[in-house]
T-cell receptor, first 114, second 113 residues
Framework: DGGITQSPKYLFRKEGQNVTLSCEQNLNHDAMYWYRQDPGQGLRLIYYSQIVNDFQKGDIAEGYSVSREKKESFPLTVTSAQKNPTAFYLC?????????????FGQGTRLTVV | AQSVTQLDSQVPVFEEAPVELRCNYSSSVSVYLFWYVQYPNQGLQLLLKYLSGSTLVKGINGFEAEFNKSQTSFHLRKPSVHISDTAEYFCALSSSNTGKLIFGQGTTLQVKP
């Protein structure tokens, strides 16, 4: 089945560690996005990529990094510089940069700092 | 800068009553508007979208929304809600000049029996 897959579903991180969240899509979409979701704050854009080997910072990029070496993959690394990383992270993709088409979402990864 | 504001953080309503979830947006260029629904611990799925044409847009599960350019609004409505409609609802916009998809803060719809 075509879709977008995030892994793992739950992730625990010790303070000071970097962790990488996986996002893979087999929809042949050009654009991919990472959002952070906190209660009462909606979805805030971390990074987005409209094409392979290119990506742009969103509204809250500090403490995060991404790569887009393959069309189907857009991993997000939460670095030790991110002071409050506990949140629900959502990855999305769309065929044409989400201009006039819907975005498809993964099931999310819940990251907890222990 | 573009933004989306959802005016109500929580909307409690009884089963079979009508509901309206409010969304206002700000943009200096033309936008495309979307409503998404999120069930607990899951991703988002599209309810409906406005791209152009008729200002009344019908979506899945009996939801509809009306685009009002003069009031910069895109309110979501359903004439009769079910318990299963309990979820969080997000309004979003995108535009061709930025390539970004921007979300509002979300509205939690609580349907009571």
């Amino acid at each position: 089945d075509g879709g977008i897959t995030q892994s793992p579903k739950y992730l625990f991180r010790k303070e000071g560690q970097n962790v990488t969240l996986s996002c893979e899509q087999n929809l042949n979409h050009d654009a991919m996005y990472w959002y952070r979701q906190d209660p009462g704050q909606g979805l805030r854009l971390i990074y987005y990529s409209q094409i392979v080997n290119d990506f742009q910072k969103g509204d809250i990029a500090e403490g995060y990094s991404v790569s887009r070496e393959k069309k189907e993959s857009f991993p997000l690394t939460v670095t030790s510089a991110q002071k409050n990383p506990t949140a629900f992270y959502l990855c999305a993709s769309s065929p044409q940069g989400a201009t006039n088409t819907e975005a498809f979402f993964g099931q999310g990864t819940r990251l907890t700092v222990v | 800068a573009q933004s989306v504001t959802q005016l109500d953080s929580q909307v409690p309503v009884f089963e079979e009553a009508p509901v309206e979830l409010r969304c206002n947006y700000s943009s200096s260029v033309s936008v495309y508007l979307f409503w998404y629904v999120q069930y607990p611990n899951q991703g988002l799925q599209l309810l409906l979208k406005y791209l152009s044409g008729s200002t009344l847009v019908k979506g899945i599960n009996g939801f509809e929304a009306e685009f009002n350019k003069s009031q910069t609004s895109f309110h979501l409505r359903k004439p009769s809600v079910h318990i299963s409609d309990t979820a969080e609802y997000f309004c979003a916009l995108s535009s061709s000049n930025t390539g970004k998809l921007i979300f509002g803060q979300g509205t939690t719809l609580q349907v009571k029996p």
